[in-house]
């Protein structure tokens, strides 16, 4: 989590303040234009930290953050150490609320401000998975229902909340076999990622006659399948593949970028596939063809 998270406000917007921390923290988290899995998680980063300093945000001081950063540092008998990441994000999740908080005259003084987070290493080169292992991983998963997950996944791009989100409305088949499969995700961001035929002819199958509605990956329970059961299918896979890293399902996306690019997929052409804010400063200035995704170039 980047410490760069609070919300520009003009001012003229700020008609009333916020009246209790119930009220602030609301007014922020609906300011946070964020999918709404970040958006509970950063919830959870102030309830626990809430609970910690056990006061009102207006009482707040800088002794109270530095004996929280100390705190969400600290090992428990339950767990190891937390990561950096970890402790960054509890952080950056509080010093963006009393940003927030201040801007609007709920709190006088940001203590927040006075608290620096340290940059991190990028590990990204770390979550990237070859083809060969991508490969694998889907292959051996003979579950019909994980195969086709993991096979959009990687095929789409997408955010592990956007594809479990999937309901069949959401899928159009196109007369060549392709399908064309509606994304909503990060800032309220709505994009059309087209499949090529084989993964048309695998959804069409995994349809049947499911209606509209149904959701395209559905849980024993016949709703959606849970972003926990997703990361569970993700794991067990690539145990089952040998992989040795420990990959999450958003390293499939990672992959689905790396892959597509090192196949020769136009930078901007990867960037409006999978939904990046900015990939390159060059690909503000393309063109996009219709009719093409990056999933076009992968191997899958």
């Known amino acids: 989590m980047s410490n760069a998270i609070t919300p520009h406000i003009p001012h ?15 007014l922020w988290l ?23 300093v056990g006061k009102p945000l207006r009482l707040v001081g800088l002794v109270d953050l530095q004996a929280y950063a100390a705190h969400v540092a600290a090992p428990l008998a339950s767990r190891k150490t937390p990561s950096l990441s970890t402790q960054q994000r509890a952080l950056a999740a509080v010093k963006s609320l009393l940003a927030f908080c201040e801007r609007i005259g709920y709190i006088q003084f940001n203590p927040g401000a006075a608290i620096e987070l340290r940059r991190l290493k ?45 309901v069949w409305r959401d899928v159009q088949f196109a007369d060549d076999g392709a399908a064309f499969v509606t994304l909503f995700g990060k800032r309220g961001q709505t994009r059309v990622v087209r499949l090529k035929p084989s993964m048309g002819k695998a959804l069409r199958q ?14 024993r329970q016949s709703k959606a399948i849970h972003r926990s059961q997703v990361w569970r299918i993700v794991k067990q896979a690539a145990k089952r593949a040998g992989i040795e890293a420990d990959p999450s399902p958003h ?50």
């Open 30 to 52: 609906g300011r946070l234009k964020l999918a709404d899995t970040t958006r509970e998680a950063y919830r959870r980063e102030i309830d626990r930290f809430t609970g910690y």
């Open 206 to 219: 995994a349809r049947d006659d499911a209606p509209l509605s149904a959701p395209v990956f559905m849980s």
């Open 122 to 166: 990028d590990t990204l080169s770390e979550r990237i998975l070859s083809e060969g292992d991508i490969t694998r991983i889907i292959a051996l998963e003979d579950d019909p229902r994980n195969h086709l997950l993991l096979s959009c996944l990687y095929a789409t791009g997408g955010r592990v909340s956007e594809v479990r989100a999937l």
């Open 251 to 300: 390293w499939f996306r990672h992959a689905h970028v790396s892959h597509a690019l090192d196949r020769g997929a136009p930078a901007h052409l990867v960037q409006q596939t999978v939904g990046h804010a900015s990939l390159d400063t060059t690909t503000r200035y393309s063109h996009v063809r219709p009719g093409q995704s990056s999933g076009d170039y992968l191997a899958i």
């Open 12 to 26: 003229a917007a700020l008609v009333s303040q916020a009246d209790s921390d119930t009220q602030a923290i609301s």
